[in-house]
């Protein structure tokens, strides 16, 4: 599936994304990707975030890949029995939250993301995981890929997949995607 041939929602996690984020700058490379924007980006609660993704798939007209973020993940992973089934046709998920570790604590409350879900997502998937991720443990990610019928990739020790961890650019995720597209013709 061409790239073009799609609507492409990018899913930030907490926070939102600065410029420069690899986010940000597929969203500015391609001119039918759109960060769905949250009402509050340090106050996660799931219905809120739910519904705003929902109204951004609203204004679509094209097939839907959603591509996660961290908490994004976690998001779309709740979100993918509630939207309409015809409208996505995949999700790349970049670097998954455990919300259920012990350590470090999170620094915000998403209990309302909690648990995890576990169920096979009803769209085409691939997770991107990182052996180092501060986040989410490689083994449980991989879990995670394995529950939502995922593909899933070893990213190798990428931290979280973000600017902290020296991912702006991320060439090497733009080529996944692209990899990731093709498989969904």
Same mark, same amino acid.
């Given at each position: 599936?061409?790239?073009?041939?799609?609507?492409?929602?990018?899913?930030?996690?907490?926070?939102?994304?600065?410029?420069?984020?690899?986010?940000?700058?597929?969203?500015?490379?391609?001119?039918?990707?759109?960060?769905?924007?949250?009402?509050?980006?340090?106050?996660?609660?799931?219905?809120?975030?739910?519904?705003?993704?929902?109204?951004?798939?609203?204004?679509?007209?094209?097939?839907?890949?959603?591509?996660?973020?961290?908490?994004?993940?976690?998001?779309?992973?709740?979100?993918?029995?509630?939207?309409?089934?015809?409208?996505?046709?995949?999700?790349?998920?970049?670097?998954?939250?455990?919300?259920?570790?012990?350590?470090?604590?999170?620094? %915000?409350?998403?209990?309302?993301?909690?648990?995890?879900?576990?169920?096979?997502?009803?769209?085409?998937?691939?997770?991107?995981?990182?052996?180092?991720?501060?986040?989410?443990?490689?083994?449980?990610?991989?879990?995670?890929?394995?529950?939502?019928?995922?593909? %899933?990739?070893?990213?190798?020790?990428?931290?979280?997949?973000?600017?902290?961890?020296?991912?702006?650019?991320?060439?090497?995720?733009?080529?996944? %995607?692209?990899?990731?597209?093709?498989?969904?013709?």
């Amino acid at each position: 599936m061409k790239i073009s041939d799609t609507d492409i929602l990018l899913v930030p996690g907490y926070g939102n994304t600065p410029e420069g984020h690899w986010m940000k700058r597929w969203q500015a490379k391609m001119a039918n990707a759109w960060v769905v924007e949250q009402r509050d980006w340090f106050l996660p609660v799931l219905k809120t975030w739910q519904d705003a993704l929902t109204e951004r798939m609203e204004k679509t007209t094209q097939p839907v890949v959603l591509v996660g973020h961290s908490l994004g993940c976690i998001l779309i992973a709740h979100a993918a029995h509630h939207i309409p089934k015809d409208k996505v046709v995949g999700a790349y998920l970049v670097a998954p939250m455990d919300l259920e570790r012990d350590t470090p604590a999170l620094e %915000f409350d998403a209990s309302s993301f909690l648990p995890a879900p576990k169920a096979p997502l009803p769209f085409r998937s691939h997770v991107a995981a990182s052996r180092n991720d501060p986040h989410c443990s490689f083994q449980k990610a991989e879990e995670l890929a394995k529950a939502w019928g995922a593909t %899933f990739q070893d990213a190798g020790e990428a931290g979280h997949i973000n600017m902290a961890s020296g991912h702006g650019p991320w060439p090497e995720g733009m080529m996944s %995607f692209a990899g990731f597209m093709k498989r969904l013709g």
